[in-house]
């Protein structure tokens, strides 16, 4: 009980909430910039603008098939050399966004591909341009039955976020190895806390998911 005490103590708690507010952010901004773009690439392979559905399809293919830490390992040694000098958090920031743009362009495609060519071909026969039909009966269609997908790889971002302690960012995964490399009785009850914050965060993440689906259902 008394490591558990002095495991938890405020200063400890403190170090850990700095590194999980840099968590927090990492994954906000990674799954804010990477669905913006990556629902752009499947927009483009959807269209039949073939030079934009090409080059969507190249970048999607090669970047989903690489692994992250690969990816990451890029963003940390590989921007420098392009004469990008950025902070930790932004190199592994721009990690995160370059493989996650890929795993949600194929989602978003997936889900605009879900939508019956009947519709489409009904509301072009009403005089709707492509856009307008894109916009207006297939996004609006696609998203609510992406939501599901769409949710459950944006907890998988916030766990992908883990992999940044391996380059020194002080995310809350790196806080608690600095914690218990101090006090290595304070492993097993800083684990579980930090298993927890997970757990919470994703939790939420569902939650808020499932009241959009009954919603927009």
């Avoid at 590194?19 to 039949?48: D, N």
């Amino acid at each position: 009980m008394d490591v558990i005490v002095q495991a938890f103590s405020a200063s400890n708690l403190i170090f850990l909430g700095k590194g999980l507010l840099i968590t927090i952010w990492l994954a906000i901004v990674s799954i804010a910039v990477s669905f913006v773009f990556g629902s752009l690439l499947a927009i483009f392979r959807y269209s039949k603008t073939l030079v934009l559905a090409q080059l969507a399809f190249v970048y999607t293919e090669i970047v989903r098939n690489l692994p992250l830490i690969l990816i990451l390992y890029f963003a940390f040694f590989g921007l420098p050399e392009f004469g990008l000098q950025l902070s930790i958090f932004w190199k592994m920031a721009i990690g995160l966004i370059l493989f996650e743009i890929s795993q949600l362009a194929e989602i978003v495609r997936g889900g605009l591909n879900s939508i019956e060519k009947g519709q489409i071909e009904a509301a072009r026969s009403t005089g709707m341009t492509y856009r307008q039909t894109l916009f207006h009966i297939i996004i609006p269609q696609a998203f609510k039955r992406m939501i599901p997908a769409l949710v459950s790889q944006f907890i998988t971002i916030v766990k992908d976020t883990s992999y940044t302690a391996m380059f020194g960012l002080m995310d809350v995964l790196n806080a608690a190895q600095i914690i218990w490399n101090q006090q290595f009785s304070f492993i097993f009850p800083i684990i579980i806390l930090v298993a927890v914050l997970y757990f919470v965060i994703n939790f939420t993440l569902s939650s808020v998911s499932l009241r959009i689906e009954k919603k927009l259902g």
